[in-house]
C-alpha cells in the first residue's frame, strides 16, 4: 500500500522557467512533510519541509505547498537551474513515530 | 564536521553468506535510522535506533536482518545468508533530536548478492 504518491516519474523543465513536482498522500495521520533531493550514488538531500499547519513554506527558490483536503503537496522550483537535475523525493511522517514514508520519486531533468 | 559515514559503498556477497553494513552518525547525532531503496522505488524504512536501544523496527523483515547501535562505535545493520532479493541500496541517517527534526542522509551501501 503506497501510502505517498508521486505520480510523474519523470519531469522535463527549460532552464530559468519553473519547476513543479507533485505528491499525494493517502495517510491522513501525516503531519510533516519533507522534499529530499538526490543525486545518483549519493544519499538524499534535505531541501524543505512543511507542517500541517502551515499551507506554504519557501526557502529560497524552492516552495512548497500543502494542500490538506485534497491531501496534495508539491514542490515549486523557480528559477530552475541544471544543478537542479536529480530525483526528488517527497516524504511524511506523523508526530511521536519518527520513520519517514517516501514517494517513489520524481526524475526531473533542466535542460539548458 | 564529517556527515554521516556509511561504510563499505559497495558490497559483494555470495548468496548466503553474511552482509555487514556499518553507520556513523554526524557527531552529536544520537538517533540512527535505517532505510532500504529497491530498484526503482522509494526508501523504505526499516528500524530506528537510539544508543543501545531499538525503537522502531517495524520495517525489519522478521528474519535474518538485525540491527545495532552500541554505547561505542558505528550502528550495524546485519543480513545473515543472503538472498539475491537483499540486492538494495541501504541508506542510514541521523538526527540530533527526535520529533520529526531533518534527518542527514549518508551516501548509501550499495549491495550486490551474486
Known amino acids: 500500500d503506497q501510502q505517498v504518491k508521486q505520480n510523474s516519474p519523470s519531469l522535463s523543465v527549460q532552464e530559468g522557467r519553473i519547476s513543479i513536482l507533485n505528491c499525494d498522500y493517502t495517510n491522513s495521520m501525516f503531519d510533516y512533510f519533507l522534499w529530499y533531493k538526490k543525486y545518483p550514488a549519493e544519499g538524499p538531500t534535505f531541501l524543505i519541509s512543511?507542517?500541517?499547519?502551515?499551507d506554504k513554506n519557501e526557502d529560497g527558490r524552492f516552495t512548497v505547498f500543502l494542500n490538506k483536503s485534497a491531501k496534495h503537496l508539491s514542490l515549486h522550483i523557480v528559477p530552475s537551474q541544471p544543478g537542479d537535475s536529480a530525483v526528488y523525493f517527497c516524504?511524511?511522517?506523523?508526530?511521536?513515530?519518527?520513520?519517514?514514508?517516501f514517494g517513489t520519486g520524481t526524475r526531473l531533468t533542466i535542460i539548458p | 564536521n564529517a556527515g554521516v559515514m556509511q561504510n563499505p559503498r559497495h558490497l559483494v556477497r555470495r548468496r548466503g553468506q553474511e552482509a555487514r553494513l556499518r553507520c556513523s552518525p554526524m557527531?552529536?547525532?544520537?538517533?540512527v535510522y535505517w532505510y532500504r531503496q529497491l530498484p526503482e522505488e522509494g526508501l523504505k524504512f526499516m528500524v530506528y535506533l537510539q544508543k543501545e536501544n531499538i525503537i522502531d523496527e517495524s520495517g525489519m523483515p522478521k528474519e535474518r536482518f538485525s540491527a545495532e547501535f552500541p554505547k561505542e562505535g558505528p550502528s550495524i545493520l546485519r543480513i545473515q545468508q543472503v538472498v539475491r532479493g537483499d540486492s538494495a541500496a541501504y541508506f542510514c541517517a541521523s538526527s540530533q533530536n527526535s520529533g520529526n527534526t531533518e534527518a542527514f542522509f549518508g551516501q548509501g551501501t550499495r549491495l550486490t548478492v551474486v
Open positions: 557527531k552529536g547525532h544520537s538517533h
Open positions: 516524504a511524511a511522517s506523523n508526530f511521536g513515530n519518527e520513520k519517514l514514508t
Open positions: 512543511i507542517s500541517s499547519i502551515k
